[in-house]
Every structure is written in structure tokens, then in C-alpha cells.
């Protein structure tokens, strides 16, 4: 089947620290791979993707490779700022049928502090 | 602006009554989608329509009903059957139903039931 494994939240992380949050997965085929984030009381955001293996994601200083030889997405952010603190989902995209469909993780808390 | 309409933000219900949680998009997108997020989980898929009249289930679409006979709305309405209707609920909707297309969200509907 298809699945996606996050690491465990909460991450802590000083203003300026390098952030990785570490998403693996399991997939029949070559799904897309996607990291989402949502903010306190909100709907989630695309914030990157990647389609095929070795595809890197960018977006707002955030980035993902995506790796077929570790079934790996892990993101990272050089420097992070306050307003980073949110959830953040790792999630892979599969066709079923004339469908597709997204399998998210469990979502990792990210706090930074001042 | 285009996007995705969720009302109401909170909603509170006594245990054993029928709820109907809105969703409208304005994206002019064919295809829609439920979702339920429960606290250390990520999103389960309820049910979701690739087009007009035509909606399939998800990975827990039992206790829910939807119904979709206008292309900017899907409306899901929780039942009394459904043991644990307390949750985020998040509506998304995507240009169409294939690989190929994004998937957006609204802000959500966060219901209890008491």
C-alpha cells in the first residue's frame, strides 16, 4: 500500500537554526511527493513538490529532494524565522483508477523561538 | 479571489443530530474532496467527486454523506452513525481529478460534538 512516515513533533528550533524534518514513504509505482503546512487554525498549504526522483522542491527558503534510492522527502530550511512555527505534512499523490489520491503523515509541530 | 469557502469555522452539535458542513469553491475546479484531521494524525480522505452528480468514497467515508449537484459545491454532512464525528474537517478541490493537478484547501470547519 501507500504510506508516508513523518518524524515526531514537536521540533524546538532557535530563530536562525537549520531546520530537517525527515519524511520517508511507501509506494506501488512513482507517486509525487508533496510537503504541506498549516498554520494555527487554518486549511493546509502547498508548499513544495517534487514529481519524479530527483526532482528538488524549493519554495520560501524551504527544500526537498526527492530521493527513489531512500524512498526519502526530508525538508530543510537553512534558516528558519518565527514565522515558520506551524504543522508541517509530508504527503505522496497516487492514481487509482482515473483518480489520484493524496496519503498525508502525521504531521511534525515546528516551534521557533526568539 | 478565487478560493474555497468553509462555513462555518466552529461548529457544535449534540451527539445523535444530523450536521451538514458547507464547502463552496469559486475556482471553477471539477473536482472535490473531504477530508478529516484528528490531533496526531494526518488527513484521512471521506469522500471525494470528480464531477458534477458523481462522488466516490474514501478511506473512511462510513457515518458520512455527501452530495455534489452544483460544480462550486460539496456539501458533507456528518451522521448520527458516525462514532467519532468530533474533528477538523477540510475541503479541497483540485482542476481535475488526475495526477496531474494540485489539490487546494480551505480553511476548514471544526466541529464537536457533545
Known amino acids: 500500500g501507500n504510506s508516508v512516515t513523518q518524524m515526531e513533533g514537536p521540533v524546538t528550533l532557535s530563530e536562525e537554526a537549520f531546520l530537517t524534518i525527515n519524511c520517508t514513504y511507501t509506494?506501488?509505482?512513482?507517486?509525487?511527493l508533496f510537503w504541506y503546512v498549516q498554520y494555527p487554525g487554518e486549511g493546509l498549504q502547498l508548499l513544495l513538490k517534487?514529481?519524479?526522483?530527483?526532482d528538488k522542491g524549493s519554495n520560501k527558503g524551504f527544500e526537498a529532494t526527492y530521493r527513489k534510492e531512500t524512498t526519502s522527502f526530508h525538508l530543510e530550511k537553512g534558516s528558519v524565522q518565527v514565522s515558520d512555527s506551524a504543522v508541517y505534512f509530508c504527503?505522496?499523490?497516487?492514481?487509482?483508477?482515473?483518480?489520484?489520491?493524496?496519503?498525508f503523515g502525521t504531521g511534525t509541530r515546528l516551534q521557533v523561538t526568539l | 479571489d478565487g478560493g474555497i469557502t468553509q462555513s462555518p469555522k466552529y461548529l457544535f452539535r449534540k451527539e445523535g443530530q444530523n450536521v451538514t458542513l458547507s464547502c463552496e469553491q469559486n475556482?471553477?475546479?471539477?473536482?472535490m474532496y473531504w477530508y478529516r484531521q484528528d490531533p496526531g494524525q494526518g488527513l484521512r480522505l471521506i469522500y471525494y467527486?470528480?464531477?458534477?452528480?458523481?462522488?466516490q468514497k474514501g478511506d473512511i467515508a462510513e457515518g458520512y454523506s455527501v452530495s455534489r449537484e452544483k460544480k462550486e459545491s460539496f456539501p458533507l454532512t456528518v451522521t448520527s452513525a458516525q462514532k467519532n464525528p468530533t474533528a477538523f474537517y477540510l475541503c479541497?478541490?483540485?482542476?481535475?481529478?488526475?495526477?496531474?493537478?494540485?489539490?487546494?484547501f480551505g480553511p476548514g470547519t471544526r466541529l464537536t460534538v457533545t
Open positions: 475556482l471553477n475546479h471539477d473536482a
Open positions: 509506494a506501488t509505482g512513482y507517486p509525487s
Open positions: 517534487a514529481t519524479k526522483a530527483d
Open positions: 479541497a478541490s483540485s482542476m481535475g481529478a488526475g495526477g496531474e493537478y494540485e489539490q487546494y
Open positions: 504527503a505522496l499523490r497516487y492514481r487509482t483508477g482515473t483518480a489520484s489520491k493524496l496519503t
Open positions: 467527486s470528480q464531477i458534477v452528480n458523481d462522488f
